[in-house]
Structure formats: C-alpha cells, structure tokens
C-alpha cells in the first residue's frame, strides 16, 4: 500500500490532487506545526493582469506554535466575500464556471467558519469529487502520531501497515532516506509535469500560468479537467 501526507491545503494546486491520487491512503497532517506564509490558508488564483494571492486570515497573535488543527480563523475580517467576489471577476467567463460556481458560493456566502482545517478539508473534499479521485482520506490524529520528522512519517506508514511511502520531490531535502531503509520501507518522490490546458486571459495559445488553485482547470476544462492532469 502506498501512503502518504501532507497538511491540509487552501484551494490546492493540482500537483497536491495528483499526490493522492498516487496514493491508496492520504493522510492529513492536521497535528503538526501551523507554518505561517504557507500553503495551509492561502493559494493563487489567475487574474486578467497576473495571479492573485487568495488569504484565509487566521489567528496567530502569541500562537505561533498552534498546531493546524487548533488554528482559527479571524473572522472580523470579511474575507469570504472578498475572496468569492475575486474568484467571480476572476472566472465568470470561463467555459465551465457556471458548473461548479454554486458550490464555491455556498462556501462563500452561506457557510460559516470557525476552524482552517474544516475549511481546507471541505473544498478539498470537494475537489477529489469533481476530479474522480477516490483515495481513502484519514487524520493524523485518528492514527495517532508521538515522534516528530522522518520518523513521524514511519510511524504513520507502520500504524497503516504501508511499505511504500510517497513523498513530494520537496522531501529530498529533509526525509532522513536511510532510516527509510532501516525500517524496510520504500521511499518514492512523486513526479509531476504540470498540464498546460487553454486557461482565461491567454491570447493566441500563450500566457499560460501554472501553479494556480486547482479551481483554475475546473473552471477552464470542466469534466476533461480529470483527463488533463492525469493524462
């Protein structure tokens, strides 16, 4: 069985779908360290001039050791109409926008929040769905986890009986490989080539981006969004 983790991202690229996708089980590290100007409460989205930083405000002030899941958001800002109303100017006029619009403004509009990780877990939930991805998701907390690093990720791959542990090509500079090898586990790095599909504001087949929220091929592609990214 092939596992493995990552912390639960805001609207995450299409590299993080790919990642699961790869994997019979996903973990959620919902029990480590909140990183601040991280992916965890912000993602880009791809504008008429460029690509725009979307920002989950969250609560941090004397908490920069929270773990995710203890992590608030600050609601005194009003950040989802912001951020709904920039995803609408952003994307109205793609192809497929109409198809998947209802969900994002039910998030925006209709849903209340309290907690980043109930966010991030519902739209990437979501997101699996509309992209036929049906890897089983669990929590590090339901697994239960007491070491930290390299040998955090063995744990999980121990407790879920998983000899293969899949890590993003990033985790070549901080897995410990030969502890991998002590403990009879395989250690592979996903490889990932971004899709190049027709995407708003491109003129004559070029200014294509890449690295945007996953959103982006949805709105763009619509139900072949699945076969671009796992062509």
Avoid at 45 to 73: A, G, H
Avoid at 192 to 199: C, G, K, L, N, V
Wanted: aromatic residues 14%; proline residues 3%; contains cysteine.
């Amino acid at each position: 069985m092939i596992v493995s983790v990552h912390q639960p991202q805001y609207l995450p690229w299409l590299g993080y779908l790919d990642k699961i996708k790869k994997s019979d089980c996903f973990v959620f590290l919902d029990r480590v360290q909140y990183k601040h100007r991280e992916f965890e409460n912000r993602n880009k989205i791809r504008t008429k001039k460029d690509w725009l930083w979307l920002t989950v405000p969250v609560v941090t002030k004397n908490l920069r050791n929270q773990l995710i899941s203890d992590v608030k958001i600050d609601n005194s800002v009003n950040w989802k109409l912001d951020h709904w109303k920039a995803i609408k100017l952003s994307y109205a006029h793609a192809p497929f926008f109409n198809d998947y619009s209802a969900f994002f403004e039910d998030v925006y509009l209709n849903k209340d929040w309290d907690k980043l990780l109930d966010l991030n877990v519902f739209i990437i939930k979501y997101l699996l769905k509309e992209f036929g991805i049906k890897t089983p998701l669990c929590f590090e907390s339901e697994i239960g986890t007491t070491k930290a690093s390299t040998e955090r990720i063995i744990e999980i791959c121990k407790k879920l009986n998983s000899r293969v542990y899949l890590s993003g090509s990033g985790g070549r500079d901080y897995l410990d490989e030969k502890k991998f090898a002590e403990e009879g586990l395989e250690l592979r790095y996903q490889e990932f080539e971004h899709p190049i599909y027709q995407q708003c504001f491109m003129k004559d087949n070029k200014g294509f981006i890449s690295h945007m929220a996953a959103i982006d091929l949805l709105f763009n592609e619509g139900k072949a969004a699945k076969s671009i990214l796992f062509k």
